[in-house]
């Protein structure tokens, strides 16, 4: 029974002996805390004015007094005026990212942090000894501690620290919550254990008495807990920037798992729509910081370098420009923050406008001179323009100085009208407006563009209104998806879903210091490029086995380095492992699942969804017999399913990145030797 509880192998890495970590202080007045702790009480208030709304709304049907059903209604525009009132509080808390940010950071555009979503605490300790009294005929009460110990894990869950050491607390619950469904969630009965979590954008509560809410709650708040973690990085060096990219990747990597595997979760925040989209912003966030970390080492005063910041300029501003127009679609729209949606179009206007701008400078501050590879810089300006103005091509461009500097002063003109659109929907929401360093670094970026633009400016030279070409988005690093081991981990291979052989012993002799295979994975740890000629294949080890044990160590929850040090012990004397193999198994018949459509929950059975191979060719398809009675017990065969300084705003005086430079240097504050902007 302890196994439900305390799975084997795992040791709590803190200092203390005790298994479990705790979180948080819940009363600490941090920003963070501060902010949790109202969201708590706005969802608190919504579930109080929805069932009051319930009630008259009952009330409503059921009485035919005139004068009742006036004072009905009358009650009801007035909770109806509250949940606005409780929704534009719920919408100012998700737009607060200020708080998220870094304490010393004032120089970096600010970027969006989910909040974690609430629940309501559960008392498992009555429910549990009964069931394990009724079921497993023990005496529950000997397992008091052990369920004791799992109440406050998953209290801690409500307050896990900003850091890995939170998300390791979310994920050791995470790992749990199969064991828990696997001992005491039977599905011939309810258990009576409601699981309530309220929505992180409506406040909407959500109350399920399995645990598929439960596991795709945990998962959120990973994701929201590595945003935040993303968000607070110090993006002024270049570990605080690998860090944010690391953890707004391992976001949307752990979404895109919550929705591939909770799809029918009945939760706004939840749904495939808005998952898509809260993907695309993790993603569009990780590409930002990947910009930043091109730039923070400075941009050399080269052609190349200028068109190829360009380009990753450009692919910012389309990355943003696609979350954009997710957030606006239908499903979305009605309740994503405004503050979200605007950022995303101002970051749009803001790195297109910068494209334009190194464009510019490229071919403003840089003629073709008898040194420079002609060829090398026609196939460069070739690969940054979609197409070109009519009449003109690339070598045209780079040769005739008269076409160089049109095409370059067209740039720098869309740049200044791209930052001043980023300015005017700055100004349309007032959550924006409390970003005083976002103000101040989109009035620095049109007042270098502005700058540039007088520079090159001749007073006697006709008004030119020629239009500068699209930039074609390019990155030499992709922002992708990343799926933390946390999600994985042993779990994925010691279920109750998998079958496996029962553990081998290979003896391990190894020749010339080389045992004939490598390792890899997270937990557990499996064989990979095994040597069909070496001693432990003639054993009996086999490609992809798991190791479970290393001499009389277990070693299923450990990592590659760990098994890796416990195999150094071979060198000097004959050693032992354990493997075991993964078995094909049928699929399991599949469940009832309930999906939200409409806002009105709908159940229906995933057996209509089975995947079956002669429904590929449906003129092969064959008409089977009805079984005869004494078939009926008979187990059915199932088929497997299926430096650039950037502008920044500095309220001590001092640059961004300690560079003692200006914020973008003109023309005449460098040479065309390879100097660094």
């Not at 450990?558 to 492992?577: A, P, T, Y």
Request: proline share 5%.
């Amino acid at each position: 029974m302890t196994d439900a509880l305390l799975p084997n192998g795992i040791k709590d890495s803190g200092g203390d002996s005790s298994y479990f970590k705790k979180g948080c202080n819940p009363f600490a007045q941090t920003g963070r805390s501060k902010l949790q702790n109202k969201r708590a009480s706005v969802n608190q208030q919504i579930i109080k004015q929805m069932r009051m709304r319930a009630g008259a709304e009952n009330l409503l049907k059921a009485t035919s007094n005139n004068k009742v059903k006036e004072m009905v209604l009358l009650e009801l525009s007035y909770v109806n005026s509250n949940l606005q009132l409780l929704m534009g509080q719920l919408e100012g808390l998700n737009s607060s990212v200020e708080v998220y940010q870094n304490t010393q950071e004032t120089a970096n555009i600010p970027l969006i942090a989910l909040g974690l979503k609430e629940t309501k605490d559960i008392d498992f300790s009555t429910l549990f000894k009964d069931f394990i009294l009724e079921h497993y005929s023990e005496d529950g009460n000997s397992f008091e501690d052990e369920i004791a110990d799992l109440m406050d894990l998953r209290q801690a869950c409500r307050t896990p620290s900003r850091d890995e050491a939170g998300v390791e607390l979310l994920a050791k619950y995470f790992s749990h919550l199969p064991l828990m469904e696997s001992r005491f969630f039977s599905p011939s009965r309810q258990t009576g254990i409601f699981f309530t979590w309220y929505d992180s954008f409506t406040g909407v509560p959500l109350c399920q008495q399995n645990l598929s809410l439960e596991k795709a709650s945990v998962l959120f708040n990973m994701a929201a807990l590595y945003s935040q973690i993303g968000t607070r990085s110090d993006r002024q060096t270049i570990a605080g920037l690998e860090e944010a990219i690391s953890s707004f990747q391992k976001s949307s990597g752990i979404l895109n798992h919550l929705k591939e595997t909770h799809t029918h979760t009945p939760s706004y925040d939840m749904s495939p729509a808005m998952l898509s989209m809260l993907i695309r912003m993790m993603l569009a966030q990780a590409q930002e910081c990947l910009f930043e970390k091109t730039a923070l080492p400075g941009i050399r005063n080269q052609f190349y370098s200028l068109m190829k910041m360009a380009q990753e300029a450009a692919k910012v501003s389309e990355i943003y420009d696609q979350l954009h127009q997710s957030m606006i679609q239908t499903p979305i729209k009605d309740n994503v923050p405004f503050f979200w949606s605007t950022m995303s179009q101002v970051k749009t206007n803001h790195y297109r406008s910068m494209a334009h701008y190194f464009a510019a400078s490229a071919l403003l501050d840089h003629q073709l001179s008898l040194s420079d590879d002609e060829d090398q810089q026609e196939k460069t300006l070739s690969q940054v323009y979609d197409r070109l103005p009519e009449g003109r091509s690339p070598l045209d461009i780079l040769k005739r100085k008269d076409e160089r500097e049109r095409i370059g002063k067209a740039h720098i003109r869309r740049a200044i009208l791209g930052h001043e659109e980023a300015l005017r929907i700055f100004g349309l929401c007032h959550h924006l407006n409390k970003l005083e360093a976002l103000q101040e670094i989109l009035k620095a970026s049109h007042q270098r563009s502005l700058n540039k633009c007088s520079e090159n400016e001749d007073e006697e030279e006709f008004t030119d209104y020629t239009e500068a070409p699209d930039i074609i988005s390019k990155t030499e690093h992709k922002a992708e998806m990343e799926v933390p081991a946390t999600t994985k981990g042993p779990l994925s291979v010691f279920s109750a879903k998998q079958r496996w052989t029962a553990p081998r012993t290979i003896h391990l002799c190894p020749e010339d210091r080389d045992l004939g295979f490598t390792l890899k994975g997270e937990t557990p740890v499996q064989v990979v490029s095994l040597d069909p000629f070496c001693r432990a294949a003639a054993d009996g080890l086999k490609e992809s086995d798991y190791i479970v044990a290393v001499g009389d160590t277990d070693c299923k929850w450990m990592g590659v380095s760990d098994v890796m040090r416990l195999l150094k012990d071979v060198d000097e004397e004959r050693l032992d492992i354990q493997v075991i193999s993964i078995m094909d198994s049928n699929p399991p018949m599949p469940t009832k699942s309930a999906t939200f459509c409409g806002n009105l929950p709908k159940t229906y059975s995933m057996i209509c969804l089975a995947y079956d191979d002669d429904d590929k060719n449906p003129k092969s398809r064959k008409v089977t017999k009805k079984p005869s009675f004494l078939s009926w017990g008979l187990k059915n065969r199932l088929k497997s399913a299926s430096t650039l300084s950037l502008p920044t705003a500095d309220h001590s005086g001092a640059l961004p990145w300690n560079k003692p430079c200006p914020t973008f240097p003109s023309s005449s504050t460098y040479n065309n030797d390879g100097a660094l902007y």
